[in-house]
């Protein structure tokens, strides 16, 4: 057999063999194609149907997700499909989480009122969901220019989708507007960055070793040029500074359970990338230019702690504000990455997976207020509080736990936070690590003020509204579902930083 | 192939591709024509790669990744457009400045 066949079919073994680690992903696409076919039939029935086809999809996605978790030191760390996708623990987990915002978006949207009103094709909404989620697993995997290029454009194309899905609202129209040409701008940025990238670095693999010691032989101001460009596209999709404008439009405009899902799951993929890339970076460039990209990000991370925190204290609508708040938890996130240290990534996945707890739990209580109660400025909430004390007590300890207080989970996650800071400023020595400690330490303090508008209009000010409207049961019992982790994490930390110490044991 | 163009020229024009674009989409305000000015930046970025790919010719990485970028850009201009149709039924005008409503940041 002559050469080039041999590594064809090389390849094609490769390929095969490499279905078995793509599982979720080929599940959702299943459950995408089945729900585009059902939704072509008229009958109430099938219509019906729609949301619960689609639960099942990620229902089945996460039973793989979490075998693939158990079995996580037979699984990890493989490459796979000719050296495109990696399967290892990072992706693994984020997967996961992926899965259960997608749980939780679905839940959400089946208690909107708003949605059921305005929104007739229904399937086409779920559908979306699930092409989103599919790209989000995607881009965990990545480890190729090119597949990462095509990952995050899958996201970007279903959330502008989602965002415009609800005609005939002017505040959903303007957004999806303003989204998509934010967005094709970052991913245009983005992928000039990417050409500079495997142009100088000689592949489009950037986990290989040659790839890093090509791009290491650059100048310092063009290396992080290149890097500035391609982050842009990142930053963009964690709703980090400079990149974070379109944030409130589109969280003021798009439908809540959508905006929940915006906040948490492309968040976490967009950190995962990052995360793969500063591993990267540590294990192969000289420290001149690693210091560099600390400015870099830590740059980043601090314009993006001042502008979310400070901004949100000026916003009178509760969509506004949250928008901001999520602007700032980025900041947070990205200043425990700009120490490059391996040691980051527990603290940072411990973070996310509280914020996906906390923000759908605060999102729930804002589309309640909206739905039932007509409720957008947080003036409307005076006094609400004392006619729904369950709603007013749940809203306190997610936004409790949002300020990073005890006694709740998001205290412990800034906790591990700062002392992940602390420990790698004491271990390298880089003042510029001790300012963000500090300045995120500050900010925590303004974030206080401008959360705790919301009880104190809750329950401080004079009721303005008569009569009381009967909360459904079925919304209660998601409310304290969702609160439950965020205080059991708090007096049970073992309990997620086990699984975490295990997932990173198993990453790239 | 003795004469070739040399690829710092290509890279040069992919970069003044890469301005215009940039320059077109923050001082332009009507909505189509920003994404004109996105088009160049990605049409910026698939000289690049086009050009970065002499070096390998034998591997075609750059190549195939630009086809990849075409596909996707043609995408996404389509989701643009109709999300502009909407906005123009709705707005009667596809000016940034006047959709914009009020703006509290």
Not at chain 1, 117 to 123: A, E, H, L, P
Request: charged residues 10%.
């Amino acid at each position: 057999m002559n050469i080039p066949a041999q590594s064809l079919i090389n390849s094609l073994t490769d390929i095969q063999s490499g279905f078995a680690y793509l599982w979720p992903e080929i599940i959702l696409t299943f459950f995408f194609l089945l729900l585009v076919g059902l939704d072509l039939f008229k009958a109430t029935a099938v219509k019906i149907m729609l949301p619960f086809v689609a639960l099942a999809g990620i229902v089945a996605s996460i039973m793989v997700q979490v075998n693939d978790l158990n079995n996580i030191a037979s699984i990890s760390i493989k490459h796979f499909f000719v050296g495109l996708l990696i399967s290892d623990g990072l992706a693994i987990y984020a997967g996961l989480l992926f899965s259960v915002a997608g749980i939780f978006t679905i839940v959400l949207s089946l208690l909107n009122q708003n949605l059921k009103v305005k929104f007739s094709g229904r399937g086409e909404y779920y559908a979306y969901l699930l092409v989103l989620l599919t790209g989000l697993n995607l881009m965990a995997k990545s480890v190729n220019l090119l597949m990462l290029f095509v990952a995050i454009e899958l996201v970007s194309i279903a959330s502008y989708l989602l965002t415009a899905v609800i005609k005939k609202q002017r505040n959903a129209m303007e957004s999806g507007l303003k989204y998509i040409l934010y967005g094709t701008l970052a991913s245009g940025v983005m992928l000039y960055g990417m050409s500079f990238l495997y142009g100088f670095g000689g592949s489009l693999n950037f986990t290989d070793t040659l790839f890093w010691q090509n791009l290491s032989r650059l100048s310092s101001p063009i290396f992080i040029a290149v890097f500035l460009l391609t982050f842009a596209g990142f930053l963009f999709k964690v709703a980090a500074a400079p990149f974070h404008f379109w944030t409130p439009d589109v969280y003021e405009g798009a439908p809540v359970p959508v905006v929940a899902f915006f906040s948490t799951a492309p968040k976490i993929a967009g950190f995962v990338v990052i995360i793969r890339f500063l591993i990267q970076i540590r294990n192969h460039l000289a420290t001149i230019l690693q210091d560099d990209l600390i400015l870099l990000i830590g740059g980043a991370a601090l314009i993006t702690l001042v502008i979310g925190n400070f901004t949100a204290l000026w916003q009178r609508k509760a969509r506004r504000l949250l928008a901001y708040s999520s602007v700032a938890h980025a900041g947070f996130v990205l200043a425990a990455l700009a120490a490059l240290a391996d040691n980051s990534i527990s603290a940072i996945l411990f973070y996310l997976t509280v914020l996906l707890f906390m923000n759908f739990g605060i999102f729930l209580i804002v589309q309640i207020f909206e739905d039932k109660l007509e409720v957008a400025d947080l003036n409307g909430l005076s006094g609400l509080g004392k006619t729904y004390p369950f709603l007013g007590i749940l809203a306190i300890i997610f936004l409790i736990s949002l300020t990073g207080l005890p006694p709740t989970a998001g205290f412990t996650g800034k906790l591990l936070l700062f002392t992940n800071i602390w420990q790698n400023y004491a271990a390298t020595g880089n003042s510029f690590l001790l300012v963000l400690l500090l300045s995120g330490l500050l900010l925590t303090g303004v974030a206080f003020f401008y959360y705790i508008r919301i009880p104190y209009f809750l329950f401080f000010k004079r009721n303005l509204s008569e009569g009381k409207k009967v909360m459904l049961l079925k919304e209660n019992i998601i409310l304290a579902l969702l609160a439950f982790p965020v205080l059991f994490i708090f007096f049970q930390p073992s309990w997620l930083t086990n699984v975490i110490e295990q997932v990173v044991l198993y990453s790239k | 192939m003795t004469n070739t163009i040399p690829l710092t020229l290509v890279l040069l024009l992919g970069a003044v591709l890469f301005c215009l674009g940039i320059l077109a989409v923050i001082t332009k305000r009507h909505a189509i024509v920003v994404l004109m000015g996105v088009e160049l930046i990605f049409n910026a970025a698939n000289l690049n790669l086009v050009a970065f790919n002499r070096q390998q010719p034998h591997l075609l990485e750059g190549q195939i990744f630009s086809l990849f970028v075409m596909v996707i850009a043609a995408a996404e201009a389509a989701i643009a457009l109709a999300i502009v149709l909407k906005v123009y039924q709705y707005f009667q005008t596809v000016n940034l400045d006047q959709i914009n409503h009020e703006d509290e940041n």
